[in-house]
T-cell receptor, first 111, second 113 residues
Framework: EAGVAQSPRYKIIEKRQSVAFWCNPISGHATLYWYQQILGQGPKLLIQFQNNGVVDDSQLPKDRFSAERLKGVDSTLKIQPAKLEDSAVYLC?????????FGQGTRLTVV | DQQVKQNSPSLSVQEGRISILNCDYTNSMFDYFLWYKKYPAEGPTFLISISSIKDKNEDGRFTVFLNKSAKHLSLHIVPSQPGDSAVYFCAASGGFGNEKLTFGTGTRLTIIP
């Protein structure tokens, strides 16, 4: 069974630029999550999708972050414009029950 | 507000001995608890979980204990092996239908050969 795929693995951008991350979940998983992990902290949920609908985006900074899940499969997370404090690893995860499976993450550095 | 706490940032254990990682939580609505293991440059990997209706779950060398009254859980690894060296995250959710995970800050486990 293929795992959760994310791209790119690494991204370096200047502050105020835009960036987008892509995630392909495990086939058949209805639930998809985006987490932000800042160095030294645990992953923090940004947004949760159930199929193509948003279940929870209470911790998503909506003035600069946006996410969509087209046709209930792939998802993209966008930051526009980026700030220095957005430097983190962005993890995508998917689940079909109570256990979530994570991708390798995208390490974003904002300079 | 840190709802899931791992108070030990790091732990070193001799190979072959028992590793005990601790986790405390404050939200009594949490119904399901998980441990994830993370190697550098990789995403977290699911290790073991426990439902709030149980107080122990065992899978090979890994056992998770849950003390609901104390809002405390622990992960025991016996015997510890060098490949167990990683960062371990405790996570909690509201269970089926509310699977959003709240993570602790992690404990870096180092197994000394």
């Amino acid at each position: 069974e293929a795992g959760v795929a994310q791209s790119p693995r690494y991204k370096i951008i200047e502050k105020r630029q835009s960036v987008a991350f892509w995630c392909n979940p495990i086939s058949g998983h209805a639930t998809l999550y985006w987490y932000q992990q800042i160095l030294g902290q645990g992953p923090k949920l940004l947004i949760q999708f159930q199929n193509n609908g948003v279940v929870d985006d209470s911790q998503l900074p909506k003035d600069r972050f946006s996410a969509e899940r087209l046709k209930g499969v792939d998802s993209t997370l966008k930051i526009q414009p980026a700030k220095l404090e957005d430097s983190a690893v962005y993890l995508c995860a998917s689940s079909s029950n109570t256990e979530a499976f994570f991708g390798q993450g995208t390490r974003l550095t904002v300079v | 507000d840190q709802q899931v706490k791992q108070n030990s940032p790091s732990l070193s254990v001799q190979e072959g001995r028992i590793s005990i990682l601790n986790c405390d939580y404050t939200n009594s609505m949490f119904d399901y608890f998980l441990w994830y293991k993370k190697y550098p440059a990789e995403g977290p990997t699911f290790l073991i979980s426990i439902s709030s209706i149980k107080d122990k779950n065992e899978d090979g060398r890994f056992t998770v204990f849950l003390n609901k009254s104390a809002k405390h859980l622990s992960l025991h690894i016996v015997p510890s092996q060098p490949g167990d060296s990683a960062v371990y995250f405790c996570a909690a959710s509201g269970g089926f239908g509310n699977e959003k995970l709240t993570f602790g800050t992690g404990t870096r486990l180092t197994i000394i050969p």
